[in-house]
């Protein structure tokens, strides 16, 4: 949806682009807005905007965020600008200020507020969600049933860089919402990213280049100093993307071995910032201060989700003044949080995902190689892909693939079931299953097979009537000649082995073919009804295809059915009695994980006797994410093998 360009024309000292000023046209019409634009382009300031024009109206906001970083970050933007009364943040880390009129908070906090405390959640009047994509998430369910359940008046702000299908998405957000909700679309990167390669044998190079020299056999096995080394004249500062928070380490303890990239003026700013950090937190005799000490004195760093949050501070403090030259960091960096750097490296195309060792998605490339080019300051960003084995067999170029449309996570969980019958709506879980965006999806798709089907129906029809109706018979003109060439491959082999059995069989199909009159068909209509009998038959398997996914497709009676199967399974634990909430229910409304597990824990005081430190220790057990080396470790290691 778009309109007219009105409105401010500057906002903060910045000469406004079009799609911003067609986005706060809508929020200065009270719209609930969709905004998708390349990373970099200047999406947060439409949220900067926003989130103003609340407090100056005394009205009350929330900015949710996937990740605890750009929560912080935000925080500190909001408390720099508004001042520190007017802002908040609720984090798994830390509360801060819980009741000012601008909150910063991860979605799930959002959506258990939404869940939990509806008399809270109503006093909102502006909900921010960046990073909208990651409704597509493992976390996903936070994202629908903070949209589901925000209160009608409440009006969304959405922003991502990373949607393939924005139109459903937006159709689904304004029929959930009940509301027209706006979109506004930009495509163009006010700073062009460039994307090569790099191996030791070819320098930077691009695709076409590398696949050449890999023809020849002039690759050569490479590492990520090469690359650093490579670019380090000209394209920093760089993130250096590793997907596993041990190689984030590894690797930037590796590039310890190069020269600084730091000069003494700036050596001396890191080694002032440390000590403020180090006598704040008491930080002296911790191992990962002291290894983040010896790689930030020559402008080298890493980040990942593992880190203490104090280190992330001060990892990100420095690596905003320009202090960090090369980061090595996990996709977590690239989500939301507002560093800019001139070029983004990716150390490998594939990834682990918990599950399997899977290439790299559009979505999850265009997300990272974004951070590239910072406005204003550069005027090109620059990606570059490590390809580090020299027995490649294929690269993607990922800048010429589409990105993928995001899907729905939605599901049933136990803590969703006992928060809406806390909330006295039971009544609720047939319209939160109607009003999320997989059924949304799966509605669409129905309405698709189903009209799929009608036309093979309306195809197969008008196929028919070019058969006529002695195809199949004896006395079709095409099966009559089929019948002789039989009788005369028959008669052959008679003649060549004089077999009884032959013999019948030749008789038998000589008197069958004598009986017969065939139709005096011409060719042209013999040709046609050959053409459609082969085409009725791949239209019949096409049918069958789209009968059995229209079959697949999940409808209301299945999710209710698994209602009320989880219902009845927490009936036999005692967490329920009818619709009664008990003890066990409680507790397990108030956790967003394993609540079942973790609850029993509890009841059977398997907690009592441990300390702070030590529930933590189970808690993380519990929350554990696998790892690739976790599958891998079985090969390398004989004895796990049994």
Same mark, same amino acid.
């Given at each position: 949806? &778009?309109?007219?360009? %009105?409105?401010?024309? @500057?906002?903060? #000292?910045?000469? !406004?682009?079009?799609?911003?000023?067609?986005?706060? /046209?809508?929020?200065?019409?009270? &719209?609930?807005?969709? %905004?998708?634009?390349? @990373?970099?382009? #200047?999406?947060? !300031?439409?949220?900067?905007?926003?989130?103003?024009? /609340?407090?100056?109206?005394?009205? &009350?906001?929330?900015?949710?965020?996937?990740i605890k970083a750009l929560s912080n970050q935000k925080y500190r933007q909001f408390k720099?600008?508004?001042?520190?009364?007017?802002?908040?943040?609720?984090?798994?880390?830390?509360?801060?200020?819980?009741?000012?009129?601008?909150?910063?908070?991860?979605?799930?906090?959002?959506?258990?507020?939404?869940?939990?405390?509806?008399?809270?959640?109503?006093?909102?009047?502006?909900?921010?969600?960046?990073?909208?994509?990651?409704?597509?998430?493992?976390?996903?369910?936070?994202?629908e049933e903070s949209i589901i359940f925000a209160p009608r008046h409440v009006r969304l702000l959405g922003l991502s860089a990373t949607i393939g299908n924005l139109e459903q998405f937006t159709g689904w957000l304004s029929e959930v919402r009940q509301e027209p909700v706006a979109l506004v679309v930009e495509t163009h990167r006010t700073v062009p990213l460039i994307h090569r390669f790099y191996n030791f044998g070819t320098g930077i190079a691009s695709l076409t280049e590398i696949n050449?020299?890999?023809?020849?056999?002039?690759?050569?096995?490479?590492?990520?100093?090469?690359?650093?080394?490579?670019?380090?004249?000209?394209?920093?500062?760089?993130?250096?993307?590793?997907?596993?928070?041990?190689?984030?380490?590894?690797?930037?303890?590796?590039?310890?071995?190069?020269?600084?990239f730091l000069g003494r003026e700036a050596v001396d700013r890191v080694q002032k910032t440390l000590k403020e950090y180090g006598d704040r937190y008491n930080l002296e005799d911790h191992a990962s201060f002291t290894l983040l000490s010896r790689l930030l004195h020559k402008g080298i760093a890493f980040h990942h989700a593992g880190l203490l949050p104090v280190l992330k501070d001060l990892v990100e403090e420095l690596f905003e003044q320009g202090l960090v030259k090369v980061l090595y960091c996990t996709e977590t960096f690239a989500v939301g949080v507002n560093y800019p750097v001139k070029s983004v490296c990716f150390l490998e195309q594939r990834k682990f995902d918990g599950r399997s060792l899977r290439p790299l998605s559009a979505q999850e490339y265009m997300q990272m190689s974004g951070r590239a080019g910072r406005r204003g300051i550069d005027q090109r960003g620059y990606v570059f892909t490590l390809v580090a084995n020299p027995d490649v067999v294929e690269l993607t170029d990922y800048s010429k693939r589409a990105i993928e449309p995001i899907g729905s996570q939605y599901r049933l969980s136990c803590n969703s079931i006992l928060n809406l019958m806390r909330r006295g709506m039971e009544e609720q879980v047939a319209i939160a299953y109607r009003s999320s965006f997989a059924q949304y999806l799966n509605h669409r798709e129905r309405s698709r097979l189903e009209h799929e089907l009608a036309s093979c129906e309306t195809r197969r029809v008008e196929l028919l009537g070019y058969i006529c109706m002695a195809e199949g018979q004896d006395n079709c003109p095409v099966q009559y000649r089929r019948m002789q060439s039989k009788l005369r491959g028959l008669q052959r082999e008679w003649l060549r082995y004089r077999r009884r059995y032959l013999e019948r069989k030749c008789r038998a199909l000589e008197a069958q073919v004598s009986a017969v009159i065939p139709k005096n068909c011409p060719p042209v209509t013999q040709n046609r009804c050959r053409r459609a009998k082969r085409q009725l038959g791949k239209l019949q398997e096409e049918a069958t295809f789209l009968a059995e996914r229209l079959s697949a497709l999940p409808t209301a009676d299945?999710?209710?059915?698994?209602?009320?199967?989880?219902?009845?399974?927490?009936?036999?634990?005692?967490?329920?009695?009818?619709?009664?909430?008990?003890?066990?229910?409680?507790?397990?409304?108030?956790?967003?994980?394993?609540?079942?597990?973790?609850?029993?824990?509890?009841?059977?005081?398997?907690?009592?006797?441990?300390?702070?430190?030590?529930?933590?220790?189970?808690?993380?057990?519990?929350?554990?994410?696998?790892?690739y080396s976790d599958f891998t470790s079985r090969q390398r290691l004989p004895f796990l093998r049994n």
């Open positions: 949806m &778009r309109q007219e360009n %009105v409105g401010l024309a @500057t906002y903060k #000292g910045y000469v !406004l682009d079009d799609f911003q000023r067609q986005a706060l /046209a809508f929020i200065e019409q009270g &719209r609930s807005v969709i %905004v998708s634009a390349p @990373t970099g382009v #200047g999406k947060t !300031l439409i949220a900067d905007y926003l989130i103003e024009k /609340a407090v100056a109206e005394g009205k &009350r906001v929330i900015y949710t965020a996937p720099a600008s508004l001042g520190e009364e007017q802002v908040g943040i609720i984090t798994g880390d830390i509360v801060v200020n819980s009741n000012a009129p601008v909150l910063m908070m991860t979605t799930e906090i959002y959506r258990n507020m939404a869940l939990t405390d509806p008399a809270r959640a109503a006093d909102i009047h502006y909900l921010i969600f960046d990073e909208i994509h990651f409704i597509d998430s493992d976390r996903g369910v936070a994202w050449k020299a890999s023809r020849r056999g002039e690759l050569r096995a490479s590492d990520h100093r090469q690359l650093v080394h490579a670019i380090r004249k000209h394209y920093l500062p760089a993130l250096c993307f590793s997907f596993s928070r041990r190689q984030c380490v590894d690797r930037a303890k590796e590039l310890l071995r190069e020269p600084s299945d999710w209710l059915e698994r209602y009320n199967r989880i219902k009845q399974r927490l009936g036999h634990l005692g967490y329920i009695d009818g619709n009664e909430i008990l003890a066990r229910g409680e507790l397990a409304s108030e956790i967003n994980f394993q609540e079942i597990l973790i609850t029993e824990f509890v009841f059977a005081g398997m907690l009592d006797e441990l300390t702070v430190a030590e529930i933590c220790s189970v808690l993380v057990g519990i929350d554990y994410s696998a790892r």
